[in-house]
């Protein structure tokens, strides 16, 4: 696997074309009064054109209690059958932000929300990334696996993908 580091927009164009290609990332939360972090799947809005991820949530769910406490998360994305990975750590924003709201509205996330766009407890997250780190392949998992074998079979280091940090 040979390391590829991305900067700036090259690094911003990877992490959008990632994200949106898994869409849904376990998103990580750190409560105050446990060791674990708390992790639950969540379907991403939009990675905007600085880098930042945005999401919709309750005001009642166990990640917003969290963010009262500690504005750090993590994103865990995985795509195993194209075999790419990333993970991302930053600082969450919450608002109620009705532009946001309006914008990201849907008939997905109407199903979250019963009371429709006016929802008192709909909240907007917005993920500003420090730090994330990527892994792809640069063929599907068929050849991937053969890739593999052969490898194993001769001995011969071949190329399989690709990882290396996004610096945003």
């Known amino acids: 696997m040979s390391t590829e580091n991305l900067y700036n ?3 911003i164009e990877k992490l959008r074309d990632l994200v949106d290609k898994i ?6 939360s750190y409560p105050a009064a446990d060791a ?19 999401y919709l949530f309750s005001a009642q769910s166990d990640t917003f209690k969290h963010l009262q406490a500690n504005d750090q ?3 865990l ?5 194209d075999y790419n990975f990333l993970s991302i750590n930053g600082v969450a924003t919450v608002s109620r932000d009705q532009e946001r709201i309006d914008k990201y509205w849907n008939k997905f996330v109407e199903a979250w ?9 709909i ?9 994330a780190h990527y892994w792809d392949n640069k063929t599907n998992k068929l050849v991937t696996f053969f890739k593999l074998a052969a490898s194993a ?16």
């Not at 869409?23 to 990580?28: H, P």
């Not at 708390?38 to 054109?49: F, G, N």
């Not at 994305?77 to 059958?81: D, I």
């Not at 079979?153 to 610096?167: A, P």
């Open 9 to 11: 927009k090259e690094a």
């Open 23 to 28: 869409d849904v990332g376990m998103v990580c």
């Open 36 to 54: 674990y972090v708390h992790a639950v799947p969540m379907s991403r809005q939009e990675v905007d054109e600085a880098g930042n991820i945005w």
């Open 73 to 75: 998360v993590s994103i």
């Open 77 to 81: 994305f995985s795509h195993v059958g």
């Open 113 to 121: 929300f019963e009371k429709g766009k006016e929802d008192p407890n």
């Open 123 to 131: 909240r907007v997250m917005k993920v500003n990334v420090k730090d």
């Open 153 to 168: 079979v001769s001995g011969q280091k071949l190329d399989i993908g690709r990882e290396g940090s996004l610096n945003t």
